[in-house]
């Protein structure tokens, strides 16, 4: 396809190995809370938070609610061979249109990458939401699925971006069949930079009836795709109608738009360090990132990679 990049690591051979740090002060976290009934929570204050690193409790040295920040998303679209089967590749492409309607291209920004056995960048970040659709219109099925390795070196680009409120977008039939990189190390090293993996997997409601209300955090066939999403901040979601698509796409982009970020301070002790932020009152549900690597500055080393989340 025209325009597209090849996504690959330096040297003669392709890599699949990511490494992500924290070598800086403090460490953001963004969190979505909802109640039991799945609806958002955007009044909490700072002292209503806690944070534990470790299971141990940490102070929040930073706090803010800012439903106006722009917003950065990395649409992972599946291009392997198993999206020709059905309309499975017709309705991905329409879960990305619904994506796009959600988003504002006065100040968000919004980058395609496809993968089957590879990875490439066919739009780079824009506002341009028909540059995007462009790009879908020439895409074409084929080849085996690298699904973890793919969403792997995605966050690696989003890690050497400067913006803030950025979220990995995979739009699916949630079938991994080649990848080397498991998806305990994608979500490791996704959630070390807090970037929330969300999963929009295409299915037939014919053959998959169990699923045909789908916009509420359920399992994917894959339990391993499932646990990379939560592990990152994320959610799972089966779209089986237009109706489901937009209501999916309404959700993730306003978790992003309306996150509280909090913030602690890195350990200065290299590794991995777990982290769950609670609510003190009440029984509500928080999401965000299972954790971070602190490391100091310098080459990593293979017992540096961090463990499952």
Same mark, same amino acid.
């Given at each position: 396809?025209?325009?597209?990049?090849?996504?690959?690591?330096?040297?003669?051979?392709?890599?699949?190995?990511?490494?992500?740090?924290?070598?800086?002060?403090?460490?953001?976290?963004?969190?979505?809370?909802?109640?039991?009934?799945?609806?958002?929570?955007?009044?909490?204050?700072?002292?209503?938070?806690?944070?534990?690193?470790?299971?141990? *409790?940490?102070?929040?040295? #930073?706090?803010?609610?800012? #439903?106006?920040?722009?917003?950065?998303?990395?649409?992972?679209?599946?291009?392997?061979?198993?999206?020709?089967?059905?309309?499975?590749?017709?309705?991905? /492409?329409?879960?990305?249109?619904?994506?796009?309607?959600?988003?504002?291209?006065?100040?968000?920004?919004?980058?395609?990458?496809?993968?089957?056995?590879?990875?490439?960048?066919?739009? *780079?970040?824009?506002?341009?939401?028909?540059?995007?659709?462009?790009?879908?219109?020439?895409?074409?099925?084929?080849?085996?699925?690298?699904?973890?390795?793919?969403?792997?070196?995605?966050?690696?680009?989003?890690?050497?971006?400067?913006?803030?409120?950025?979220?990995?977008?995979?739009?699916?039939?949630?079938?991994?069949?080649?990848?080397?990189?498991?998806?305990?190390?994608?979500?490791?090293?996704?959630?070390?930079?807090?970037?929330?993996?969300?999963?929009?997997?295409?299915?037939?409601?014919?053959?998959?009836?169990?699923?045909?209300?789908?916009?509420?955090?359920?399992?994917?066939?894959?339990?391993?795709?499932?646990?990379?999403?939560?592990?990152?901040?994320?959610?799972?979601?089966?779209?089986?109608?237009?109706?489901?698509?937009?209501?999916?796409?309404?959700?993730?982009?306003? #978790?992003?738009?309306?996150?509280?970020?909090?913030?602690?301070?890195?350990?200065?002790?290299?590794?991995?360090?777990?982290?769950?932020?609670?609510?003190?009152?009440? /029984?509500?549900?928080?999401?965000?990132?299972?954790?971070?690597?602190?490391?100091?500055?310098?080459?990593?080393?293979?017992?540096?990679?961090?463990?499952?989340?």
């Amino acid at each position: 396809m025209a325009g597209q990049t090849l996504l690959v690591s330096s040297g003669q051979q392709e890599t699949t190995k990511a490494t992500f740090t924290a070598t800086v002060g403090r460490v953001p976290i963004s969190a979505v809370v909802t109640d039991s009934k799945h609806r958002r929570i955007q009044s909490l204050k700072r002292e209503e938070f806690e944070v534990l690193e470790n299971g141990a *409790p940490r102070a929040i040295v #930073d706090f803010s609610v800012n #439903d106006r920040a722009p917003i950065s998303l990395a649409l992972l679209f599946d291009t392997s061979g198993s999206m020709a089967i059905g309309s499975s590749l017709t309705d991905a /492409k329409s879960i990305v249109r619904h994506v796009l309607e959600w988003t504002d291209p006065k100040t968000d920004e919004v980058a395609l990458f496809t993968f089957s056995k590879r990875l490439y960048q066919d739009v *780079p970040f824009t506002a341009d939401a028909r540059a995007i659709d462009r790009a879908l219109s020439e895409v074409e099925p084929l080849g085996s699925t690298s699904l973890y390795d793919a969403i792997g070196k995605v966050a690696a680009v989003l890690e050497r971006r400067a913006a803030t409120r950025q979220g990995i977008v995979v739009v699916t039939d949630g079938i991994d069949t080649s990848s080397i990189m498991t998806p305990e190390a994608v979500s490791a090293a996704a959630a070390s930079i807090d970037v929330p993996v969300y999963i929009l997997a295409a299915v037939a409601p014919m053959t998959r009836p169990e699923y045909s209300v789908p916009v509420l955090p359920i399992t994917l066939p894959s339990a391993s795709l499932a646990d990379l999403a939560q592990w990152t901040g994320g959610t799972t979601t089966f779209v089986s109608a237009p109706a489901h698509a937009s209501v999916a796409a309404r959700q993730l982009v306003s #978790d992003l738009r309306h996150q509280y970020v909090l913030a602690i301070a890195a350990s200065p002790e290299p590794g991995w360090y777990s982290l769950r932020v609670n609510v003190k009152q009440g /029984k509500l549900n928080v999401r965000s990132r299972s954790g971070y690597m602190a490391r100091p500055q310098g080459p990593t080393r293979p017992s540096d990679r961090p463990p499952r989340p």
